[in-house]
């Protein structure tokens, strides 16, 4: 589960909401409940996690390619090893492909690599938030920058697009697999209405089915639900492990 679900609640609910509904890691997210630079409350949230039976799937930065400085990249990296974090969300810019100029790309570029030397030094991965308004809006730009920042410390996570139907949603997401990290998990039609899984249940079961086939696992990660209401992600877990279920048995196994 991605923290940020939880963004108006503590640490302490996160974590137990986690547990109650069965969802074993979390991605905390950088900007509420793991700020960087605080090493003790990230050491201690680390530990209050391990305690409670969970781990630490990733942390969420909120670090934009070309736009954040390297020195910043450090800073995070510190705060993931104080986690326990495997990996950091990073952000590629802040600008959509439409209006990015070759300075823009080449800039996302220099800065990703210059955060992956940080990163790989201290064994910890990263993975590109797969969201409009960045290089990364669409999987041909995706694959675009992974290919050119060219650096295996680096993937993608993935998410779907607003209101991209499921066909080419689940094409696009065969085309990330190679370099997919995680995916966030969430319903949003038409454009960001907020619905419960079970409601975009077509999208989900092909998802699902589709990396269940994978060899390399892969983090489903629950994001954002209706009205921000702590109280459903409980059944949208149980949802999303129906669907994982559903996924194998796809695959005959």
Same mark, same amino acid.
């Not at 890691?25 to 409350?41: K, S, Y």
């Not at 910890?124 to 992974?146: C, G, R, W, Y």
């Given at each position: 589960m991605c923290s940020v679900t939880m963004r108006a609640h503590t640490t302490a609910?996160?974590?137990e909401v986690a547990r109650g509904a069965g969802l074993p890691r979390i991605e905390w997210g950088a900007d509420v409940h793991a700020p960087p630079g605080d090493q003790g409350h990230l050491a201690e949230l680390r530990a209050r996690t391990t305690e409670a039976g969970l781990a630490v799937a990733s942390y969420g930065s909120y670090?934009? #390619?070309?736009?954040?400085? /390297?020195?910043? @990249?450090?800073?995070?990296?510190?705060?993931?090893n104080a986690l +326990? #974090?495997? !990996?950091? !969300?990073?952000?590629?810019?802040?600008?959509?492909? *439409?209006? &990015?100029?070759?300075?823009?790309?080449?800039?996302?570029?220099?800065?990703? $690599? %210059?955060a992956c030397a940080v990163a790989r030094e201290h064994?910890?991965?990263?993975?590109?938030?797969?969201? /409009?308004?960045t290089l990364t809006d669409s999987v041909d730009s995706t694959l675009k920058l992974l290919e050119r920042v060219d650096d295996p410390t680096l993937r993608t996570y993935w998410q779907p697009r607003l209101d991209e139907p499921v066909e080419p949603a689940v094409d696009?997401? $065969? $085309?990330?697999? /190679?370099?997919?990290? +995680?995916?966030?998990?969430?319903?949003w039609w038409p454009a960001a209405t907020r619905l419960p899984l079970a409601q975009r249940s077509d999208l989900w079961a092909s998802v699902t089915a589709l990396l269940m086939g994978?060899? %390399?696992?892969?983090?489903? @990660?629950?994001?954002?639900?209706p009205d921000d209401d702590a109280a459903l992600i409980p059944g949208? *877990?149980?949802?999303? !492990? #129906?669907? @994982?279920? &559903?996924? $194998?048995?796809?695959?005959g196994e």
């Amino acid at each position: 589960m991605c923290s940020v679900t939880m963004r108006a609640h503590t640490t302490a609910q996160v974590i137990e909401v986690a547990r109650g509904a069965g969802l074993p890691r979390i991605e905390w997210g950088a900007d509420v409940h793991a700020p960087p630079g605080d090493q003790g409350h990230l050491a201690e949230l680390r530990a209050r996690t391990t305690e409670a039976g969970l781990a630490v799937a990733s942390y969420g930065s909120y670090w934009r #390619a070309g736009i954040s400085s /390297p020195s910043e @990249m450090t800073t995070l990296v510190e705060a993931a090893n104080a986690l +326990g #974090a495997p !990996r950091i !969300r990073l952000w590629a810019g802040q600008i959509g492909t *439409a209006q &990015a100029d070759d300075d823009v790309w080449d800039s996302a570029v220099r800065s990703l $690599r %210059e955060a992956c030397a940080v990163a790989r030094e201290h064994s910890i991965t990263l993975a590109l938030e797969f969201h /409009p308004n960045t290089l990364t809006d669409s999987v041909d730009s995706t694959l675009k920058l992974l290919e050119r920042v060219d650096d295996p410390t680096l993937r993608t996570y993935w998410q779907p697009r607003l209101d991209e139907p499921v066909e080419p949603a689940v094409d696009g997401l $065969r $085309r990330l697999l /190679p370099v997919l990290a +995680g995916v966030h998990v969430f319903s949003w039609w038409p454009a960001a209405t907020r619905l419960p899984l079970a409601q975009r249940s077509d999208l989900w079961a092909s998802v699902t089915a589709l990396l269940m086939g994978e060899i %390399e696992p892969c983090d489903l @990660m629950l994001e954002f639900v209706p009205d921000d209401d702590a109280a459903l992600i409980p059944g949208e *877990a149980q949802t999303l !492990r #129906a669907l @994982m279920t &559903a996924g $194998r048995t796809t695959l005959g196994e």
